[in-house]
């Protein structure tokens, strides 16, 4: 007993800190041991590929064990029996080759179909368009006010003043409005992000809309788009280690009604009415990308 001492602490240990850490976790609506729920279209596609590919491999793996148990029970050296000298079987072979290649040929056209339907395809016209910048260490949102459309961003001109890097002068961001740390979006609606950095590589995080994209200063990505199905409360997550504040970088995200978004966006300034012009500050952020 007392040899194996060592071993029998390891592991308390090791539940001790496993333990530590759920603690520290984000409260969550769900089991902390399974996958917290989807609210968005996309989502229902990658849990549902995810199911079929841990079915897959589940039933493979306690197939192949217990072929191994078996045989291991069942050759298992006796005195008397001779070892059998085996030289395989060319068509089990073939079989267990080919069933495979369909299976991850299947797998990977359509994960690419998939894939091509949520980053590479035009997101729909109609979609509400919202700009996010990370920054260490938070977010910085700007939405279209009522003429729907964003003030055109160019990730050159991002800076410490300048988050979004729009020229002041455009029409079409006048009316825009901006929010840190709070994002609101309405229900069963597109919406496209623009989505960009200030200083280092940051990534938005939503597990509930299995949605995951890291932003590196220097581009703007516009591709991302996606439709929630149901409202609640979520966070906005940073997930990529952009800093010693890294941890506390997260921002409220409520999907919630149309009206409720409308009503939201109603009470917010217009963005022309805070904001200097800055355009001529020197582009010190982005310098080193
Ligand atoms: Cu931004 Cu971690």
Redesign the pocket.
């Known amino acids: 007993m007392l040899r194996r001492l060592p071993s029998v602490l390891a592991t308390f240990l090791g539940w001790a800190w496993a333990g530590g850490s759920l603690a520290q976790a984000e409260i969550r609506e769900t089991s902390v041991w399974w996958l917290p729920r989807n609210v968005s279209n996309f989502g229902h596609e990658i849990d549902f590929i995810f199911y079929v590919i841990l079915w897959l491999t589940g039933v493979t793996a306690v197939l192949v064990f217990g072929a191994m148990i078996y045989f291991i029970v069942k050759y298992r050296r006796r005195a008397g029996v001779g070892a059998i000298h085996s030289h395989g079987n060319n068509t089990l072979e073939v079989v267990w080759t080919t069933i495979p290649v369909f299976i991850f040929l299947g797998l990977a056209i359509y994960g690419n179909e998939m894939w091509t339907r949520m980053r590479m395809e035009t997101p729909p016209a109609d979609a509400l368009q919202i700009a996010v910048v990370?920054?260490?260490?938070?977010w910085n949102l700007r939405y279209p006010g009522p003429d729907g459309k964003l003030a055109k961003m160019d990730s050159h001109k991002i800076n410490k003043e300048n988050p979004f890097g729009v020229d002041s002068a455009d029409p079409d961001g006048q009316d825009d409005f901006t929010t840190y740390n709070d994002m609101v979006i309405p229900v069963g609606k597109a919406v496209r992000l623009h989505l960009g950095?200030k200083d280092?590589?940051?990534?938005f995080y939503v597990p509930q809309f299995r949605l995951y994209q890291d932003m590196v200063p220097g581009r703007v990505y516009d591709f991302v788009w996606f439709r929630t199905d149901a409202t609640g409360q979520f966070q906005l997550?940073?997930?990529?280690?952009?800093?010693q504040?890294?941890?506390k970088?997260f921002g409220k995200l409520g999907v919630v009604t149309q009206e409720e978004y409308e009503a939201w966006a109603k009470g917010k300034t217009p963005a022309a009415a805070t904001a200097a012009t800055t355009e001529a500050t020197p582009n010190v952020s982005v310098a080193n990308r």
């Open positions: 990370g920054e260490q260490f938070g950095s280092v590589i940051h990534s997550a940073c997930n990529q280690l952009c800093g504040g890294h941890y970088m």
